[in-house]
């Protein structure tokens, strides 16, 4: 099936903001976090910036390749907030085109490609040296709906009752459900 944006996505252009201020990917709270900034795009599509630093490396001066997927794997999650479904990855193949150095911006671009029941499609790819770039990376992804229930359930019960007692985030967490 067509991906279908939700009638209350945020509108494109707009900042989409930390879902959770302690995500590696997006948090503003983990000082060697990705610090991704995602906003929406057309369709069902977003845009991100990361930045490669120091605490990203891999081999001297390069991009460690699980950070580059760890990118790509927040910027396809961030199409969660166009479709306002909370879904997980499920299956993420990363392509490493070309080296990625410290310093470089990485211009990311994901779009979901079909929703399948609660399978969500998408791709991505990430360039080097401007928005127009060569691709560096890219991804294919399959995301795999699931209730709040699965963080709640799941994860270490501090953290769980830490999120819970904060207002702000329980109004993120709403953001994504069709039915809060
Ligand atoms: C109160 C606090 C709340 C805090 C939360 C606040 C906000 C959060 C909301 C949204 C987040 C927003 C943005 C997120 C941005 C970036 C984050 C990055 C995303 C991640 O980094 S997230 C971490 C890594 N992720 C996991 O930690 C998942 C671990 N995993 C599982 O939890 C289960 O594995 C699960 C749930 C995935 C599936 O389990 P399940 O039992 O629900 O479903 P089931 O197995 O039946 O699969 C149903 C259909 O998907 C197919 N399927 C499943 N897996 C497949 C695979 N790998 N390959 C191919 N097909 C697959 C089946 O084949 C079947 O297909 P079919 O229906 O056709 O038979």
Redesign the pocket.
Known sequence: MQPVRHPDAPAPGELLGA??GE?F??GGDQPHGLHLEARAGDGVGITAEFTVRRAHQGAPGLAHGGVLT?AL?????????LLR????????ETDFVRPVPVGTVLHLEARVTAV????IYSTATGRIGGPEGPVAVRADA???E?K?D???D??RPEE?RA??SDPD??R??R??EVNP
Do not use: P
């Not at 794997?73 to 907030?81: F, I, M």
């Not at 479904?85 to 993420?92: F, P, Q, Y």
């Open positions: 879902h959770y995500c990917g997006c760890s794997d927040e910027t396809l999650g961030s199409l969660n907030w479904t909370i879904a997980v990855t499920g299956r993420l399948a029941g609660r399978k399959l995301f795999i699931v709040v699965h963080f709640i799941n994860g769980i999120a819970m985030q329980v993120r967490a953001a994504f």
